[in-house]
Nanobody, 117 residues
């Protein structure tokens, strides 16, 4: 069974940076596209960024384009999200998963990112 363990969140001031990590086990990680999602209080989970299996073919939500960078290390079975120029609107719980993951699928515990103004 797939396990996803996110880490790296925290409290940061607006304009600051954070780097999130997600270790994936129980799947053919190096063959899989991966994604980062986030869920803000009172809102639905939204897709933030995706990355191809070899590290190319990245895509971003308009709200984070130019500020966030998704990357991966297949040897470590880890996907990263580097977040720069953070805004209070980026406050959310961040999750990694496969693109197209549904609410009934396996999810990790997520990592909380809080951006203060």
């Amino acid at each position: 069974q797939v396990q996803l363990v996110e880490s790296g969140g925290g409290l940061v001031q607006a304009g600051g940076s954070l780097r999130l990590s997600c270790v994936v086990s129980g799947s053919a990680f190096s063959l899989s596209r991966m994604a980062w999602y986030r869920q803000a209080p009172g809102k639905e989970r939204e897709l933030v960024a995706t990355i191809g299996s070899s590290g190319g073919n990245t895509n971003y939500a308009d709200s984070v384009q130019g500020r966030f960078i998704i990357s991966r290390d297949n040897a470590k079975k880890t996907v990263y999200l580097s977040m720069n120029s953070l805004k209070p609107d980026d406050t959310a719980v961040y999750y990694c998963n496969f693109p197209g993951a549904r609410e009934i699928d396996v999810w990790g515990q997520g990592t909380q990112v809080t951006v203060s103004s």
